[in-house]
């Protein structure tokens, strides 16, 4: 089992910076890949930004050249520094992890933290 804990969501103008933080805890051993994923109300959660353990990245073209998705793997954190944030970027915001046990993969989510940008 892995938990994930996040945190650094909040209220924040347009063009203004955010940074999210996301602690794991449990068997981090198994994770491979964590990132953050973005759902609005009666929308499918969407990829926002992935980071392997090797520290490959991959974003949305959304948030492209704004976002910076890092990792700290001594503090099993995985960071999400948003820049230039835009109204539409007011959403829920999910960490997540992918582990492999076994050859088996396993994701889990933290419980999401609300950021808001207001024009």
């Known amino acids: 089992q892995v938990q994930l804990v996040e945190s650094g969501g909040g209220l924040v103008q347009a063009g203004g910076s955010l940074r999210l933080s996301c602690a794991a805890s449990?068997?981090?051993?198994?994770?491979?890949?964590m990132g953050w994923y973005r759902q609005a109300p009666g929308k499918q959660r969407e990829l926002v930004a992935t980071?392997?353990?090797?520290?490959?990245?991959n974003y949305a073209d959304s948030v492209k050249g704004r976002f910076t998705i890092s990792r700290d793997n001594a503090k099993n954190t995985v960071y999400l520094q948003m820049n230039s944030l835009k109204p539409e970027d007011t959403v829920v915001y999910y960490c997540?992890?992918?582990?492999?046990?076994?050859?088996?993969?396993?994701?889990?989510w933290g419980q999401g933290t609300q950021v808001t940008v207001s024009s």
């Open positions: 997540h992890a992918r582990a492999l046990v076994a050859g088996i993969p396993y994701n889990y």
């Open positions: 449990g068997s981090i051993f198994s994770i491979n890949t």
């Open positions: 980071i392997t353990s090797g520290g490959s990245t």
